[in-house]
């Protein structure tokens, strides 16, 4: 070690310590050096959290009457980004969380269970996780780190598309895109869902299961079964919570019985004040109005009004119980000693989910007092949709501020600061690029002698160092399409174009620094800008290879 520090450090180090130090403690010197800089390069642990379908406002840090207090706290100590961007669904959203590269490249340029007949066999809508890209838990586990995963992957059904085909060590997986939380294991179209541990599919599952519950557990277990060996761990822990159906375990259903009897326009109005209050919005910022189709709270009846709020009581009991859990992993590493060695990030992966449909067999929801329980399907709506929204504009499949817009929390090992606020313009596809830059990783140019797409992400690092206050140039930009519906976002400024009913299926210019909701249309005074952006756009479709559906979920015929 002395040979390389050089003559300078050298004399430095000599006049500091003192020459009347002995030999001995000249040697116990050089150790406690050498041990600092061999803990200033350990590799962090990496805890990565992914809420599904919750709200902008659903988490109390980001002006949520619901209680969130271990996911508060994680806030407390590190960064809220309040210009975090996402895809407006699940699958396009994780396929770019786990490999860095914009989803119509990765493979879910649409939802599989969506994809148009124009799209299908078109590279990039392969409707999985494909080869073109470097999955995260790969580059990590061949960089020495344990990769764990528990939770939702929704990116392929075949075993080579399984989370232990992609890079984990480890998983307890939900393997398509959604159903039952409980041990009945069924779909929400009423079929069987497949469940894989360790990348070998489960017949049945723990008696008494709840998604939650036993993701959480077995992220811990995975952690503590290996703790010894010294290796870092990457866990992504991707809850089911709060997507619907709303099921919860018993001493759960009535968490919050009574507490939205108030209706969704106060509980809306009451978020947005507290995101004010909060400094996550501008006192002055736009609001979306409530959405036609959607009636005033006064003007419901007293059992539509009752029925109204238990759906909402039961989401918020969701979002709690998931919190909860976070809870239980946080103290388990806590109580290891490895919470100071571990970078936490906490995302939604879109906003809240605003449709409701008739769910037939095995779902009974024909007694109002078993809602919640296993066998039961309910959902809530556009109305408390539009309250996890808060103020932006339209919510879950939608390109719109209110469908792309989701909380962020990044604190712990890399993070300075305590309770920061960045409105820094952030993306998903940054939060690999953040986690190979923290775990010293480079990204390659091959993966498994095969060309891969290039990174896109830019690694938030420096940010979160507070060594800077942004990660992009003015004139950088970002694209999204879903749906046939399109966005191009540069600095604040967002060129959006909804089909109908949603918009007016034309190109709309805002400006998101005065104009969050987007509800003033700016084309007509600033087309250069407009024209520029259209260019933008131009560049986006070419380059990911973005083909408008010939039929569409959301937009009918929008090819």
């Given at each position: 070690?002395?040979?390389?520090?050089?003559?300078?450090?050298?004399?430095?180090?000599?006049?500091?310590?003192?020459?009347?130090?002995?030999?001995?403690?000249?040697?116990?010197?050089w150790k406690a050096v050498g041990l600092a800089e061999a803990d200033a390069q350990k590799r962090p642990n990496i805890v990565l959290i992914v809420a599904d379908d919750a709200g902008y406002t659903d988490i109390g840090a980001f002006g949520s009457e619901i209680s969130t207090p271990n996911i508060d706290a994680l806030a407390a100590v590190g960064i809220r980004f309040t210009d975090f961007h996402v895809a407006p669904t699940c699958s396009p959203?994780?396929?770019?969380?786990?490999?860095?590269?914009?989803?119509?490249?990765?493979?879910?340029?649409?939802?599989?269970?969506?994809?148009?007949?124009?799209?299908?066999?078109?590279?990039?809508?392969?409707?999985?996780?494909?080869?073109?890209?470097?999955?995260?838990?790969?580059?990590?586990?061949?960089?020495?780190?344990?990769?764990?995963?528990?939770?939702?992957?929704?990116?392929?059904?075949?075993?080579?598309?399984?989370?232990?085909?992609?890079?984990?060590?480890?998983?307890?997986?939900?393997?398509?895109?959604?159903?039952?939380?409980?041990?009945?294991?069924?779909?929400?179209?009423?079929?069987?869902?497949?469940?894989?541990?360790?990348?070998?599919?489960?017949?049945?599952?723990?008696?008494?299961?709840?998604?939650?519950?036993?993701?959480?557990?077995?992220?811990?277990?995975?952690?503590?079964?290996?703790?010894?060996?010294?290796?870092?761990?990457?866990?992504?822990?991707?809850?089911?919570?709060?997507?619907?159906p709303f099921q919860l375990p018993e001493e759960w259903l009535d968490r919050y019985?009574?507490?939205?009897?108030?209706?969704?326009?106060?509980?809306?109005?009451?978020?947005?004040?507290?995101?004010?209050?909060?400094?996550?919005?501008?006192?002055?910022a736009t609001v979306f109005p409530r959405l036609p189709n959607i009636p005033p709270w006064e003007t419901l009846s007293p059992d539509e009004k009752r029925r109204s709020a238990r759906r909402m009581?039961?989401?918020?009991?969701?979002?709690?119980?998931?919190?909860?859990?976070?809870?239980?992993?946080?103290?388990?590493?806590?109580?290891?000693?490895?919470?100071?060695?571990?970078?936490?990030?906490?995302?939604?992966?879109?906003?809240?989910?605003?449709?409701?449909?008739?769910?037939?067999?095995?779902?009974?929801?024909?007694?109002?007092?078993?809602?919640?329980?296993?066998?039961?399907?309910?959902?809530y709506g556009a109305a408390w949709a539009q309250v996890g929204a808060g103020p932006f504009r339209m919510f879950k499949g939608?390109?719109?501020?209110?469908?792309?817009?989701?909380?962020?929390?990044?604190?712990?090992?890399?993070?300075?600061?305590?309770?920061?606020?960045?409105?820094?313009?952030?993306?998903?596809?940054?939060?690999?690029?953040?986690?190979l830059a923290t775990a010293g990783v480079a990204y390659p140019q091959t993966h498994r002698d095969r060309p891969i797409a290039p990174l896109e992400g830019k690694s938030l690092a420096p940010l979160l160092n507070d060594t800077i206050g942004v990660v992009r140039e003015p004139s950088d930009w970002l694209g999204w399409e879903a749906f046939g519906n399109r966005a191009i976002r540069e600095g604040n400024w967002k060129l959006l174009r909804l089909c109908r009913p949603a918009g007016p299926d034309e190109w709309q210019l805002f400006d998101l620094a005065r104009d969050p909701a987007e509800t003033n249309d700016l084309s007509a005074k600033e087309p250069d800008v407009k024209a520029r952006l259209l260019r933008h756009w131009d560049e986006y479709a070419r380059t990911r290879n973005v083909v408008l559906p010939s039929e569409s979920l959301l937009c009918g015929k929008a090819g």
């Amino acid at each position: 070690m002395l040979s390389m520090i050089g003559d300078d450090g050298l004399g430095r180090f000599w006049r500091k310590i003192g020459r009347s130090l002995s030999a001995l403690a000249v040697l116990l010197a050089w150790k406690a050096v050498g041990l600092a800089e061999a803990d200033a390069q350990k590799r962090p642990n990496i805890v990565l959290i992914v809420a599904d379908d919750a709200g902008y406002t659903d988490i109390g840090a980001f002006g949520s009457e619901i209680s969130t207090p271990n996911i508060d706290a994680l806030a407390a100590v590190g960064i809220r980004f309040t210009d975090f961007h996402v895809a407006p669904t699940c699958s396009p959203t994780r396929s770019m969380l786990l490999s860095g590269v914009d989803n119509h490249l990765a493979g879910l340029g649409a939802m599989a269970e969506f994809t148009a007949s124009n799209q299908k066999g078109v590279p990039g809508y392969e409707g999985y996780l494909n080869d073109r890209v470097a999955p995260l838990p790969a580059l990590l586990r061949d960089a020495g780190y344990h990769t764990y995963m528990a939770g939702k992957w929704h990116m392929g059904e075949e075993p080579e598309h399984f989370p232990a085909a992609r890079g984990f060590e480890r998983d307890l997986t939900l393997i398509p895109g959604g159903g039952s939380h409980f041990d009945d294991m069924w779909g929400a179209k009423g079929e069987k869902q497949l469940y894989t541990r360790n990348g070998r599919p489960l017949g049945e599952l723990r008696p008494g299961f709840h998604s939650s519950d036993d993701y959480t557990a077995a992220i811990i277990r995975n952690i503590e079964e290996q703790r010894a060996d010294g290796k870092p761990f990457f866990a992504y822990m991707a809850y089911q919570a709060p997507h619907d159906p709303f099921q919860l375990p018993e001493e759960w259903l009535d968490r919050y019985k009574g507490r939205y009897d108030q209706g969704y326009d106060a509980v809306r109005a009451a978020r947005i004040e507290r995101m004010k209050r909060l400094g996550l919005l501008d006192p002055e910022a736009t609001v979306f109005p409530r959405l036609p189709n959607i009636p005033p709270w006064e003007t419901l009846s007293p059992d539509e009004k009752r029925r109204s709020a238990r759906r909402m009581e039961l989401y918020a009991a969701m979002v709690e119980h998931m919190d909860a859990n976070i809870g239980k992993l946080v103290r388990h590493l806590k109580d290891t000693g490895l919470y100071d060695d571990t970078l936490f990030i906490f995302l939604s992966d879109n906003g809240p989910e605003g449709t409701s449909v008739t769910m037939g067999p095995p779902w009974d929801n024909g007694t109002f007092e078993n809602w919640g329980r296993k066998g039961t399907f309910i959902q809530y709506g556009a109305a408390w949709a539009q309250v996890g929204a808060g103020p932006f504009r339209m919510f879950k499949g939608y390109v719109s501020e209110g469908g792309i817009r989701a909380p962020m929390i990044v604190a712990g090992r890399g993070v300075s600061g305590s309770g920061r606020i960045s409105d820094a313009l952030t993306h998903v596809m940054d939060v690999p690029a953040t986690i190979l830059a923290t775990a010293g990783v480079a990204y390659p140019q091959t993966h498994r002698d095969r060309p891969i797409a290039p990174l896109e992400g830019k690694s938030l690092a420096p940010l979160l160092n507070d060594t800077i206050g942004v990660v992009r140039e003015p004139s950088d930009w970002l694209g999204w399409e879903a749906f046939g519906n399109r966005a191009i976002r540069e600095g604040n400024w967002k060129l959006l174009r909804l089909c109908r009913p949603a918009g007016p299926d034309e190109w709309q210019l805002f400006d998101l620094a005065r104009d969050p909701a987007e509800t003033n249309d700016l084309s007509a005074k600033e087309p250069d800008v407009k024209a520029r952006l259209l260019r933008h756009w131009d560049e986006y479709a070419r380059t990911r290879n973005v083909v408008l559906p010939s039929e569409s979920l959301l937009c009918g015929k929008a090819g």
